[in-house]
């Protein structure tokens, strides 16, 4: 039972950072191609915002030197491209919007799959008093084995038969403690496969 105890354990631990690593993960390339989509439509409308800049500052100095002419032709071209522009920056926005949602879902979703996981640490609290438990049982195993070796020698029936009773209560309830250890730890992998089918079930 020890060595089965040990196994599940171990099992656990590196499941454990196995799952903490892939909750950190939760959409993040999702995430990122939504970021770098952002960063392109920014760059590609660059040059059409420098021009729209540059035909309103040309406007405003035609204005200030009162040329009607060219005021006309700016007040034209900046016009023509005022709607072009507006869309753009919906274009981005839309776009900053989908990120900020998803940056949204992603938080909320670590939220979600953290807590499932943190549902076994009260388990583990329960495995952690259960061990104190089975090494009292240990050493109540080991002191009533003493006692029977003892009244053996003794050749005394009274005495062996009582030393008896005792060492076979002792190891009943130290095999009691490790199977209750083991069942914990059980409950640990079985919360863990949870998250795993919880991950598992998130779209690609």
Known sequence: MGTKIKTLHAANTAELERLRVEIRQTDAAKVAALAEKVKQTQARYE???ALYSSVNRQLDAAKAIKNKEWSAAIRT?????????KL???DIRIKKKELAEARKRKSTEIKRLRAMLAGADSVKKQIQTAKKQASLAKER????????????????????????????SAAEKWAGSKQN????????????????QEIAKRPK
């Open 181 to 196: 250890i083991h069942t914990l730890e059980q409950k640990v992998s079985t919360t863990y496969v949870k998250v795993r």
């Open 88 to 90: 753009a920056r919906e």
């Open 141 to 168: 195993y080991s002191n009533a084995l003493q006692q029977f070796k003892q009244s053996t020698k003794q050749s005394q029936t009274s005495r062996v038969l009582s030393s008896l009773n005792t060492l076979a």
């Open 47 to 49: 040059p059409l915002f």
């Open 77 to 85: 071209q900046a016009e023509t491209l005022r709607p072009v522009v």
